[in-house]
């Protein structure tokens, strides 16, 4: 479409215009790549300096040199790589599970009556609008009686139900926007609806699940109240845990280790969202728009 | 087939997924769980090689260190105490152990503890304690102490005050004057969250905040309350030695500006030590601490050291308050405090300690203060925490930072008590 | 999809909906997977919890808990402290969500033009979303350090005025500050959905618009904007609920302070909770909390509803 647009005549004269609001247009962009880019720069900054330069009043954007023990510190001695490797696991396994869950659910919500869809919206609301430090404990109990505290499992489970609510709600969207005629074709043809929905409904709705994916992953690979509370052993801790144990009391942080631990944790999520960004962009639209 | 190969994926992330989740191999005997807050890299390997070494001599009933971060200790004690899961052990700080004791939640130690108890000063073996039980087993502290830049001292030819009692806050206000000069400020002082430094330090004043702890409590604030927040402003508004472009930092953030040269004093708690021998290592700083801060009452401070408790949920107190006593031996606990920047709280640890510290004056120096560590009654005040965060917190900002006067601080404090639902 | 005319669309509604019936009478056994993790996870727990809040729970070691009706509503009425720090909450709520969607809404457009640094822009346009949020609150409250920090340092540099402003620390400042970092965290999210609905814009619309003589007012006012109108109320709600009941970043930024200025009533319910141990007390702070956003969003949701309704 956009190699098409281009040999359009119109465009030519959109050109010379550019120039004009080119300049207020950069300026935008010098500003946001500064309001977005500076604190992670700061951060990997910060992950190369020495305790001593940390202590300088007026610190500076590019350390004296590379002290790489902060990376060696949270790497061999506060086991960053067992959480990253359990954080990789749950992030993995939720998204995994969310997908499998989900697409079935929101294929339900957005083809059956009205009020079983107005229940499940009203519900995905509500129960995000509860404070999660107020569940807590009962939900700390639940987890308990089912036998899976302290596991990965558990926390699994946990991160699986809190994406539900936003997952179903994409996915739901995108269930909608396929047309039902499809599903009738393939009812003709004398496919059951299992089959429909594997072989029809599935194969439409795979950029709405990678984009749902994503989110999950994300939001597991990063959270912390619920690992916080679910989790004992060191051996099943996940990232974040092992990050916040950088930090003191009344605001002293062991800065050097803790930014390089952040540096690395944030560089996966990043590289892996720069490859999907494309697939995420188009696949939010049709969830979005509909739900 | 395009997804059944999706399905497959799927499938097979999940199984290697489960096999990686595999539960390690229990050793034989029994073995407990010690949550900690360590996170400094000295302390945590001071941590690892104690708890090593009593495995070693206690092969049937090991331990198991579990880390914590600092800021969620308490949610993860409240959910583990309200689950059942709580760790055997763990080091929490007196002001919240006293919370868990009310409630129920921790193993009496008096009579496990009690050969040790003539080695810990009073003052903080009754913070540690509820109704004449042993919650908490004091293990380290802070105190609340004028840090001093020992050459800028030289070079403006005064002498550094020395020895216990002898330095008073009127002292303290002279020796800031001498200090502001050219447009440099004497002192700097992080007063982001003051509430809990005004209500220790209040100690030096006799302040006392509640009548009627015991039986029903009633707020009361008068000259002695009012002591230490008045001086302080003194000097930040009338004396203009304190810097105001300092005032709403926190605790330790005027460190780099002390170690830049630009003040002559600070204000802050003894653990900023431990930043201060960074730069003394690296840049040869000069530094050292003054004695404590004397008012018309004493030197003393309010106390909230840090404890090891036994929860009662546990079904090995004996062995885990065995294993606090190991903790608490002195070369143990001298090095696990100095690690921390913090005071040990035997005699013996502290005897170690200053061994190990003799050369360092301003070490000596913090280490002599711990004496001063009292209860601070107020603490036993219920509401008494939320009073605090709550009320006493945004009115001592406001105060210190010239918003609101002190007939004002007085009245949000009173009725601000009795507001508390 | 946006050529098919509205008459069309009516239509295929309308046919949509008799053949869902026909066809789909068993969809609800696909919904159980779900349902049941769902019940067990969350249903559950949270009707625990709103149950709670008419009990006198309380932490301890084999404490009763007895039914106390609404004697923890009646008392929360009063509780003047918790209503300053509610109002604070929907300033906080309300601000970072429209900041955010601000800024995010104008990143989307610049990702959606051809322009240079394009792809450094997208994977920046994710670092507040990557980093982990216990970072996040640390890092900016080291490059605001009042008086030497590195952005203090810059704004000397370069002369603004109030350069020396301890942000964080200030009465007038520290709320809309804290609100900015709530926006930069929360951007992210908003850009990527907004910039999925502008790529979603046929070109021939555009382009069709351009030859009709439209200038970029209108094509922005009749083209873009009813692209996003969807999408963004969807967000405008959900960020909403999100920051309502968040407190981490503000924890660490001002741990409520300066002056109580920041604050918030999740904090204030999590205070209550886990630092005072009254369960029930803070359980009630919570339904009120969600009762008054079900609230805001129904008349939220139904106003934008009408609106389209209308077009």
Do not use: C
Request: aromatic content about 12%.
């Amino acid at each position: 479409m956009s190699t098409a647009s281009k040999q359009l005549p119109a465009i030519p004269v959109e050109k010379k215009k550019r120039k004009y609001y080119l300049i207020p247009t950069y300026i935008a962009v010098v500003f946001y790549v500064l309001f977005l880019g500076f604190p992670f720069i700061w951060m990997f900054s910060t992950s190369l300096k020495t305790p001593y330069e940390l202590l300088q009043l007026h610190p500076s954007l590019i350390p004296d040199g590379f002290y790489w023990q902060n990376y060696i510190d949270i790497i061999e001695k506060r086991g960053l790589i067992n959480s990253a490797k359990n954080s990789f696991i749950i992030a993995l396994l939720t998204a995994a599970l969310t997908t499998v869950f989900t697409v079935p659910a929101a294929y339900a919500i957005a083809r059956l009556r009205k009020v079983f869809s107005g229940v499940a919206t009203a519900w995905i609301l509500i129960s995000q609008v509860f404070p999660v430090s107020l569940v807590i404990i009962p939900l700390f109990m639940a987890v308990r009686r089912i036998g899976l505290l302290d596991t990965i499992w558990g926390l699994v489970l946990v991160y699986l139900v809190a994406s539900l609510p936003f997952a179903l709600w994409m996915l739901k969207g995108y269930v909608s926007s396929i047309p039902v005629d499809l599903e009738e074709a393939g009812a003709m043809d004398g496919a059951s609806s299992f089959q429909i929905l594997v072989r029809i409904v599935f194969p439409l709705l795979v950029p709405g699940i990678v984009a749902t994916a994503l989110f999950t992953f994300l939001n597991s690979w990063n959270e912390f109240f619920f690992a916080l509370v679910l989790i004992q052993s060191p051996e099943n801790e996940t990232l974040p845990l092992t990050l916040a144990r950088f930090m003191g009391s009344e605001g002293q942080v062991l800065l050097g280790p803790l930014a390089a631990g952040a540096f690395l944790a944030t560089i996966p999520s990043l590289v892996i969202f720069g490859v999907m960004q494309r697939k995420l962009a188009s696949g939010l639209l049709a969830g979005a728009v509909k739900g | 087939m395009k997804k059944s190969k999706l399905f497959a994926v799927v499938a097979a992330i999940a199984m290697t997924a489960s096999l990686a989740v595999t539960i390690p191999a229990r050793a034989a005997g029994i073995e407990m769980t010690y949550l900690t807050p360590a996170y400094l890299k000295g302390t945590v390997a001071s941590t690892e090689r104690i708890v090593a070494d009593w495995n070693k001599a206690n092969p049937n009933a090991t331990v198991k260190i579990v880390y914590g971060d600092v800021n969620n200790m308490q949610d993860k004690l409240t959910t583990a105490f309200a689950g059942n899961v709580a760790p055997d052990i763990f080091q929490h700080e007196a002001a919240s152990i006293l919370e868990f004791s009310k409630r129920g939640y921790l193993a009496d130690l008096s009579r496990e503890m009690a050969p040790l108890k003539k080695t810990i000063p009073a003052g903080l073996w009754s913070v540690g304690s509820y109704k004449n039980r042993l919650y908490g087993a004091p293990t380290m502290t802070q105190t609340y102490t004028v840090f001093a830049n020992v050459d800028a001292f030289k070079k403006a030819g005064v002498k550094i005050p020395t020895g216990t009692n002898t330095f008073t806050w009127d002292d303290y206000r002279e020796l800031a004057k001498k200090f502001t000069t050219d447009g440099k400020y004497g002192v700097a002082w992080g007063l982001r969250s003051p509430a809990a430094m005004t209500m220790i330090m209040g100690m030096n004043y006799n302040a006392l905040f509640f009548r009627g702890i015991t039986t029903v409590p009633q707020i009361s604030v008068n000259a002695n309350e009012l002591e230490v927040p008045t001086r302080i402003h003194q000097m930040i508004y009338t004396d203009k030695t304190i810097d105001p472009a300092a005032l709403t930092m926190t605790g330790a953030g005027p460190v780099p500006g002390f170690l830049a040269g630009k003040y002559a004093m600070i204000f802050a708690a003894s653990y900023v030590a431990s930043d201060l021998d960074v730069a003394a290592k690296a840049s040869g700083f000069n530094w050292t601490a003054l004695p404590l801060l004397k008012g018309s009452a004493s030197n003393k401070q309010g106390a909230n050291p840090q404890t090891l408790s036994v929860s009662k949920q546990s079904k090995y107190p004996k062995q885990a308050a065995a294993f606090i006593r190991f903790m608490l031996q002195d070369a143990n606990l001298a090095e696990l405090a100095l690690g921390e920047g913090l005071i040990p709280a035997t005699t013996g640890s502290l005897k170690s300690a200053l061994a190990t510290k003799k050369d360092s004056a301003g070490w000596t120096q913090i280490l002599d203060d711990g004496e001063a560590l009292v209860l601070a009654p107020f603490t036993l005040v219920p509401n008494y925490q939320k009073w605090k965060d709550t009320v006493l917190q945004p009115a001592m900002q406001q105060y210190l930072q010239g918003k609101i006067s002190l007939s004002e601080l007085k009245k949000r404090q009173v009725e601000g008590y009795k507001a508390i639902r | 999809m946006s050529s098919v005319s509205t008459k069309e669309v009516k239509l295929k509604k309308a046919k949509k909906s008799k053949k869902a019936k026909l066809y789909n009478r068993g969809a609800w056994i696909y919904a159980m997977p779900a349902f049941i993790p769902l019940v067990l996870l969350s249903v559950v727990p949270l009707s625990q919890a709103v149950w709670t809040a008419f009990t006198d729970s309380v932490a301890g070691f084999d404490v009763k808990v007895s039914f106390i009706g609404f004697e923890n509503f009646r008392r929360l009425a009063g509780d003047t402290l918790f209503w300053q720090s509610f109002k604070i909450g929907i300033i906080w709520a309300v601000s970072v969500t429209f900041l955010a969607l601000f800024l995010g809404f104008g990143l989307a457009l610049l990702l959606n033009q051809k322009l240079r640094f394009l792809g450094l822009m997208r994977v920046l346009s994710l670092v507040p979303w990557a980093m982990p949020p216990v970072v996040v609150a640390i890092m900016w409250s080291l490059l605001l350090r009042p008086q030497s920090g590195p952005i203090v340092d810059l704004f000397t540099a370069l002369h603004i005025p109030g350069a020396q402003t301890d942000w964080l620390g200030d009465f007038n400042t520290a709320l809309p500050t804290v609100i900015l970092i709530g926006a930069w965290v929360g951007m992210p999210v908003i850009t990527v959905s907004i910039l999925a609905a502008l790529q979603g814009i046929p070109t021939e619309m555009v382009e069709a618009a351009i030859i009709d003589g439209a200038n970029a007012w209108k094509r922005f006012r009749y083209i873009t904007l009813p692209a996003i109108r969807a999408i963004t109320s969807a967000l405008i709600a959900l960020n909403i609920i999100w920051n309502f009941s968040s407190f981490g970043l503000v924890f660490v930024l001002t741990a409520g302070g300066p002056g109580g200025k920041t604050f918030v009533p999740a904090l204030f319910a999590y205070n209550e909770a886990f630092k005072y141990g009254n369960f029930g007390y803070a359980a009630s702070m919570g339904v009120v909390m969600a009762l008054a956003i079900v609230g805001m969003l129904s008349i939220y949701l139904r106003a934008t509803k009408k609106e389209d309704t209308q077009r």
